[in-house]
């Protein structure tokens, strides 16, 4: 088991270099900071070709350890600092955050631990209320169509109906925002900060085409299923 120093936020004074790593994940760094993180995320499926570990970094000091192995988020302050900084500074196209990805050798050396934390629900949760309810997140646009690559973690949906009925929408076929507020008459502030969540953590995917029509049905019988194991579990 790797175990890691924790430090107090008052210590945490020196701010983290990165070390050089290998030309293939070099190329990365010129990508926008939604994109190097969604690159980060994606590396759970192919681990032997992305380092997992990961530090962000803004103005040169270093915001939290990320393992996308394990799907860990290790913030060198307290976790609702952290969290606040990210859900400011994420719609900001300006945003000087970065995300330099470090061997494991690094992150077990360096990385400093004020909370762990769950990676993707953390980000989920961070994305819903970044820049501001309804406002897509860079580089998302209105007519941006999303697919999902896979279902999200138990512990994103629980507690989530409509977030569960767009999942059941989009694992099947990519459609825009508007066109998800149209099948499943849902607002449009609840579908585009579930799109946000879904792009910012690597669940979803951009995909091109005209939106076609998808019956409501199956997703609100997807919808009926969940409620009624819900009740089971909770019995």
Same mark, same amino acid.
């Given at each position: 088991?790797?175990?890691?120093?924790?430090?107090?936020?008052?210590?945490?004074?020196?701010?983290?270099?990165?070390?050089?790593?290998?030309?293939?994940?070099?190329?990365?760094?010129?990508?926008?900071?939604?994109?190097?993180?969604?690159?980060?995320?994606?590396? &759970? !499926?192919?681990? #032997?070709?992305? /380092?997992?570990?990961?530090?962000?970094?803004?103005?040169? =000091? %270093? +915001? @939290?350890?990320?393992?996308?192995?394990?799907?860990?988020?290790?913030?060198?302050?307290?976790?609702?600092?952290?969290?606040?900084?990210?859900?400011?500074?994420?719609?900001?196209? &300006? !945003?000087?955050? #970065?995300?330099? /990805?470090?061997?494991?050798?690094?992150?077990?050396?360096? =990385? %400093? +631990? @004020?909370?762990?934390?769950?990676?993707?629900?953390?980000?989920?949760?961070?994305?819903?209320?970044?820049?501001?309810?309804?406002?897509?997140?860079?580089?998302?646009?209105?007519?941006?169509?999303?697919?999902?690559?896979?279902?999200?973690?138990?512990?994103?949906?629980?507690?989530?109906?409509?977030?569960?009925?767009?999942?059941?929408?989009?694992?099947?076929?990519?459609?825009?925002?508007?066109?998800?507020?149209?099948?499943?008459?849902?607002?449009?502030?609840?579908?585009?900060?579930?799109?946000?969540?879904?792009?910012?953590?690597?669940?979803?995917?951009?995909?091109?085409?005209?939106?076609?029509?998808?019956?409501?049905?199956?997703?609100?019988?997807?919808?009926?299923?969940?409620?009624?194991?819900?009740?089971?579990?909770?019995?």
């Amino acid at each position: 088991m790797v175990r890691f120093r924790r430090q107090s936020f008052e210590d945490l004074q020196e701010p983290f270099e990165a070390e050089p790593l290998a030309p293939a994940a070099l190329p990365t760094a010129a990508l926008p900071f939604v994109q190097q993180l969604r690159l980060h995320l994606a590396s &759970d !499926s192919t681990p #032997s070709r992305r /380092p997992a570990h990961a530090a962000i970094i803004h103005d040169g =000091a %270093t +915001v @939290c350890w990320l393992d996308a192995r394990n799907d860990r988020m290790m913030t060198t302050a307290p976790a609702p600092i952290t969290l606040t900084l990210l859900q400011r500074l994420l719609g900001d196209a &300006d !945003s000087r955050l #970065s995300l330099v /990805p470090v061997t494991q050798e690094v992150f077990v050396q360096r =990385a %400093t +631990v @004020c909370s762990n934390v769950p990676l993707r629900l953390t980000l989920w949760n961070v994305a819903l209320v970044t820049d501001g309810p309804g406002v897509p997140i860079p580089p998302l646009q209105d007519c941006t169509k999303l697919r999902l690559r896979r279902w999200p973690d138990f512990r994103i949906l629980a507690h989530r109906p409509d977030h569960f009925r767009l999942c059941a929408l989009l694992i099947k076929q990519g459609a825009s925002v508007r066109a998800c507020c149209d099948i499943l008459d849902l607002p449009r502030q609840t579908v585009q900060s579930f799109f946000n969540a879904a792009f910012l953590t690597a669940y979803a995917f951009p995909v091109v085409g005209e939106d076609a029509p998808v019956r409501p049905s199956p997703a609100d019988g997807l919808v009926n299923l969940w409620r009624q194991l819900r009740i089971r579990w909770s019995a």
